[in-house]
C-alpha cells in the first residue's frame, strides 16, 4: 500500500499560521498600494470628465444666449431697415451659434463680402 503524502498540506497549515501570526502583512501592504493609485486615477479621470462636463454644458448656454440676443438684433434691424445682407449675417452667426460650427459664419460671411465686390 502506498502512504500519503502530506508535506503539501503541512506547508499549508505553516503559512496559515504564519498569516495570522501577522507575517506577509508587507505583502498585502504592496497589494493596497496600487489599488490606492488606481482608485485615485479613476478619481482624477471622473473629475476632469465633470469638469469637461461643466465647461461643454456653459458653453451651451453661452451659445444659446448668444442666439437669443442675435435673433431679438434681427427683429430690431427689421424694424429700423438694416440691409439685407447685415441680417443674413446676424442670422447666419446665429445658426453658427446653435450648431455650434463657427467655420458656417466665416464662409458665409465671405461669400457676402465677395458679392459685394462684383
Not at 435673433?71 to 434691424?77: Q, V, Y
Not at 446653435?98 to 463680402?113: L, N, P, R, W
Amino acid at each position: 500500500m502506498k502512504e500519503l503524502d502530506f508535506a503539501a498540506l503541512d506547508a499549508l497549515k505553516r503559512s496559515q499560521g504564519d498569516l495570522q501570526a501577522g507575517a506577509g502583512i508587507e505583502t498585502l501592504e504592496a497589494y493596497k498600494e496600487p489599488l490606492n493609485g488606481r482608485l485615485q486615477r479613476e478619481a482624477d479621470i471622473r473629475r476632469h470628465e465633470k469638469e469637461r462636463a461643466l465647461a461643454v454644458a456653459g458653453e451651451y448656454q453661452d451659445n444659446i444666449r448668444a442666439a437669443g440676443e442675435l435673433r431679438a438684433a434681427i427683429r430690431r434691424g427689421l424694424r429700423e431697415g438694416e440691409s439685407i445682407e447685415i441680417l443674413f449675417l446676424m442670422a447666419v452667426k446665429a445658426i453658427s451659434h446653435m450648431t455650434g460650427d463657427a467655420s458656417f459664419y466665416t464662409e458665409c460671411e465671405k461669400g457676402v463680402k465677395d458679392r459685394a465686390r462684383e
